[in-house]
């Protein structure tokens, strides 16, 4: 079946590192993978997407790679600082224009001071 | 310009009552989701609806939910009779209308959902 792995341990980092968050999928050919960022009590918030044809992909200080050899993507957060703080969600698109996703448990980071 | 609206944002109701979710989409979007996430898993689609018909409701758990979009604007999803199961947080969400090509990526829209505990 279908599955989504996201480490399942929060992930704590002192302010100033680089936060690198790990997804990995089985039994999936997507054509996209997405980043969503969420926080406690609200909906996801959508901040990237990368495309299967895509190696890496950047929006200021984050950074998405897609490997669909290995079936993995990193995601990374530059210079984090303690706002960062949130639990973030991978989630996998098929192709064909078709927007239904399917996520990942999602990672909770936790950035210190 | 407003985001997705839900209502109510939460829900506390009895085994076998009803309760109506309601979902107000961005204006002008035409693609709306319904997602759900139970206590420590995944948040899980539920269906997708492209204006008022429904394209994909593979994800409904069973017949005592029921979705409508009647008129293509906004959305309701019905719990009847909740079981203890259903307890959860029901997210919507909406696109605007899906582009082939390199602009296939559209952002989805998610509301901050509605918070449902069935006892």
């Known amino acids: 079946s279908q599955k989504i792995e996201q480490n399942s341990e929060a992930l704590n980092i002192q302010e100033g590192k680089t936060a690198t968050l790990t997804c990995n999928y089985t039994?999936?050919?997507?054509?996209?993978l997405q980043w969503y960022r969420q926080d406690p009590g609200r909906g996801p918030v959508f901040l990237l997407l990368?495309?299967?044809?895509?190696k890496e992909k950047r929006k200021e200080r984050l950074k998405v790679t897609f490997d669909t050899t290995l079936k993995q993507s990193l995601f990374h957060i530059t210079a984090s600082q303690p706002a960062d703080s949130a639990t973030y969600l991978c989630a996998l698109r098929l192709a064909g224009g078709y927007q239904k996703v399917t996520f990942g448990t999602g990672t909770k980071l936790q950035v210190i001071p | 310009e407003a985001g997705v609206t839900q209502f109510p944002s939460h829900s506390v109701i009895e085994k076998g009552q009803t309760v109506t979710l309601r979902c107000d989409p961005i204006s002008g979007h035409d693609n709306l989701y319904w997602y759900r996430r139970v206590m420590g898993k995944e948040i899980k689609f539920l269906l997708h609806?492209?204006?008022?018909?429904?394209?994909?409701e593979s994800g409904m758990p069973n017949n005592r939910f029921l979705a409508e979009r009647t008129g293509g604007t906004y959305s309701t999803l019905k719990v009847q009779p909740a079981e203890l199961e259903d307890s959860g947080v029901y997210f919507c969400?909406?696109?605007?209308?899906?582009?082939?090509?390199?602009?296939?990526?559209?952002?989805?829209?998610f509301g901050e959902g509605s918070w449902l505990t069935v006892v």
């Open positions: 990368i495309r299967e044809n895509e």
């Open positions: 609806f492209v204006k008022e018909s429904k394209q994909d």
């Open positions: 969400a909406s696109s605007q209308v899906i582009l082939r090509g390199p602009s296939s990526g559209n952002t989805i829209y």
């Open positions: 039994n999936y050919s997507p054509a996209y």
